[in-house]
């Protein structure tokens, strides 16, 4: 079992709210993402991090912001959420330098905006 | 355009026999593929790592292939079991210290007892 926590893991809202969701990790890794994953769709990478103060966005444009203040939490924030942020949220994060990359995932936060 | 391909329909097998899943990909020089394994409503778990220069990896009852040239990797599971009835997903490393995964969309293996 890794250990990265997300944070609600299911989380229903209004349209035009404001939500974070969280991620913490405590292995100690460098490296942090965030993918959104519709139902039987591949994993869209759309924030990441490779360190502490070091954000960038991913392929999957998204309307979404990060922050990392501290190496094990990697937050993700919508200023005002739509309809069209219904999704999988899944919080990721693997080790610097590791050979090939493995990635640990969270559970995932179900996020549907009404 | 850059592609990863895995079966979208599921697979149906009985109990006991192999599983063969398929990951083709087009227009990517992979340093490494990966598999993992996804159960409904839960994150990706890692399962194997391949490297563009090995032909072939095992871990218990799980092989994968990889082959450059045809741009394919082969995930085999042996003397299948209920268990592993779950969706795996392949994932594409260019490596490179780019430090990035492409996921397939993955394809769904059932496992009739």
């Known amino acids: 079992e890794a250990d990265i926590y997300q944070t609600p893991r299911y989380l229903v809202i209004g349209t035009g709210k404001k939500i974070t969701l969280e991620c913490s990790q405590t292995m100690g890794h460098d490296k942090m993402y965030w993918y959104q994953q519709d139902p039987g769709m591949e994993l869209h990478l759309i924030h990441y991090?490779?360190?502490?103060?070091?954000?960038e966005k991913g392929d999957l444009s998204s309307e979404s912001t990060v922050s990392r203040i501290r190496t094990e939490h990697f937050p993700l924030t919508l200023e005002s959420a739509r309809p069209s942020h219904t999704s999988q949220y899944l919080c990721?994060?693997?080790?610097?330098?590791?050979?090939?990359?493995?990635?640990?995932f969270g559970p995932g936060t179900r996020l549907t905006v009404l | 355009s850059q592609k990863i391909e895995q079966n979208s329909e599921a697979l149906n097998i009985q109990e006991g026999k192999t599983a063969t899943l398929t990951c083709n990909y087009t227009?990517?020089?992979?340093?490494?593929l990966q598999w993992y394994r996804q159960d409904p409503g839960r994150g990706p778990v890692f399962l194997l790592l391949i490297r563009e220069n090995e032909k072939e990896k095992r871990k218990e009852r799980l092989k994968v292939t990889f082959d450059t040239t045809l741009k394919q990797s082969l995930f085999h599971i042996t003397a299948s079991q209920p268990a592993d009835s779950a969706t795996y997903l392949c994932?594409?490393?260019?490596?490179?210290?780019?430090?990035?995964?492409?996921f397939g969309s993955g394809t769904r293996l059932l496992v009739r007892p």
């Open positions: 991090s490779y360190g502490v103060n070091s954000t």
């Open positions: 990721a994060s693997t080790r610097a330098g590791a050979s090939g990359n493995e990635q640990f």
């Open positions: 227009n990517y020089s992979p340093a490494y």
């Open positions: 994932a594409l490393d260019v490596g490179y210290s780019s430090y990035k995964l492409i």
